[in-house]
């Protein structure tokens, strides 16, 4: 997108497409984990484990710093948005990544679960580990975001079909608005409304 584009256009928050599956992987993972850690396994649970808590640690650590210099060369050339875009609500943003990653989570529990068998615990605990990375990675962004004093938001026509891809080949640049557009705080988080007294 040209910085002097200034066609309306629906708009996502970057953070809240990253923040979508955080959670179900993050729980997927920890129920996959438990159910693991009954499973005697080939290995043993003792370093079925280990094996897990290694693959946590680096699933983490990948998936939050997967791709940062991507989004930061995105946010250096966000354009400001026009009043007439319409910016999509966070739980609209959230909806249509879960939708659209539906299959693939059933299919990473499943394959968690049936790797429990093998090595106890380590599949689940590996799913979890990049629920834990996209949390991290969504912060990241809160906290560029607080520092830059903007939001920032990517297309939905950019996104890919399933809802996700915030930095991905289609995507040209962000777009920023004030930090206070929006439903979602700074890290794609629900914003916090203070209580009228």
Not at 8 to 18: E, K, S, T, W
Request: proline share 3%; with cysteine; charged share 20%.
């Amino acid at each position: 997108m040209a910085r002097g584009d200034r066609r309306a256009h629906g708009l996502a928050r970057v953070a809240v497409v990253v923040r979508a599956g955080a959670a179900p992987m993050w729980w997927l993972g920890v129920f996959a984990a438990g159910i693991g850690v009954l499973v005697p396994g080939i290995t043993g649970r003792r370093i079925g484990v280990m094996a897990g808590a290694a693959l946590f640690i680096v699933a983490t650590a990948a998936v939050a710093y997967w791709r940062r210099r991507r989004y930061t060369d995105l946010a250096r050339s966000a354009a400001r948005a026009s009043k007439h875009d319409v910016l999509q609500d966070r739980a609209v943003s959230a909806r249509n990544w879960r939708r659209g990653h539906r299959w693939w989570l059933l299919l990473a529990f499943l394959a968690a679960l049936g790797s429990a068998f093998a090595v106890p615990a380590a599949g689940g605990m590996l799913l979890a580990g990049c629920g834990a990375g996209l949390r991290l990675k969504a912060a990241w962004l809160g906290r560029r975001e607080r520092a830059e004093d903007a939001l920032l938001w990517v297309r939905v026509d950019w996104l890919a079909a399933n809802g996700g891809r915030p930095a991905g080949k289609a995507v040209k640049a962000y777009r920023s608005t004030g930090i206070a557009a929006g439903d979602a705080a700074p890290g794609g988080a629900r914003r916090r409304i203070a209580a009228l007294v």
